[in-house]
C-alpha cells in the first residue's frame, strides 16, 4: 500500500517562517445525526464551539453536523465508534481525513496575519477565544478555524493548501 502523503510536505521552510506547522493526516471524521443523539455522544449543542481534548476533538459545524478530530490513523476506530453508537438511529458518519489538511499557526501575531483574508472578527475583544470554531473564507478558500489555547488550526482542503500558505506568507499589514 502507497504511504499517504502530505499536501504541504514540502512547505515546512515557509510554515515555519510564519511560526506554524502542518498537522498532516489528522483523523476527521463527519457525523450528522440527530440533536438528541448528539447530547447523548457528548458532541457541542451550542453553534461554533468545541468540545473533547487533543486525543478527541469535536466540533460543531451546523444544527445536525459536526467533525470528530483525532491523532493520525484512528480514523477507523472513531468510525467504528460512532456507527456502534448511533446504530438503530438515522445519521451518517463519513471518514473525510484525505479531504482536508491542518495548519496550526502559533506566532503572537496569528490572528492579524488571519484578519487580513478573513471576513470574520478574529479579535479576542470581540469574543474570539480558545473553545470556538467556525467555518469562514480565507482569501478565496473555504476554511474551518479551530481557536485553541495557544494556537490558531486551519482545516483546508488538500487542493488549496498551497495557495493558504501562499496568502498566509504576505506580510501582515501593521
Known amino acids: 500500500m502507497a504511504e499517504a502523503r502530505s499536501p504541504l510536505g514540502g512547505r515546512a521552510a515557509d510554515l515555519a517562517a510564519i511560526e ?61 465508534e460512532l456507527e456502534a453508537a448511533l446504530a438503530g438511529s438515522h445519521h451518517s458518519v463519513v471518514d473525510v481525513t484525505s479531504n482536508r489538511t491542518v495548519i496550526e499557526l502559533r506566532g503572537t501575531d496569528r490572528l492579524t496575519r488571519l484578519a487580513g483574508g478573513c471576513p470574520i472578527d478574529l479579535d479576542p475583544a470581540g469574543g474570539w477565544c480558545p473553545g470556538l470554531c467556525a467555518q469562514t473564507l480565507y482569501g478565496h478558500a473555504q476554511v474551518l478555524l479551530q481557536e485553541r489555547e495557544d494556537a490558531t488550526r486551519m482545516f483546508v482542503r488538500s487542493s488549496f493548501a498551497d495557495y493558504v500558505v501562499d496568502r498566509l506568507l504576505l506580510p501582515v499589514a501593521p
Open 20 to 80: 506554524a506547522v502542518e498537522l498532516a493526516h489528522l483523523a476527521q471524521v463527519d457525523v450528522r445525526c440527530s440533536p438528541d443523539d448528539a447530547a447523548r455522544l457528548g458532541l457541542p449543542r451550542e453553534p461554533n464551539t468545541v468540545a473533547g481534548d487533543d486525543l478527541r476533538g469535536m466540533l460543531w459545524l451546523g444544527p445536525d453536523e459536526w467533525l470528530v478530530v483525532g491523532a493520525p490513523g484512528t480514523e477507523p476506530a472513531i468510525v467504528a
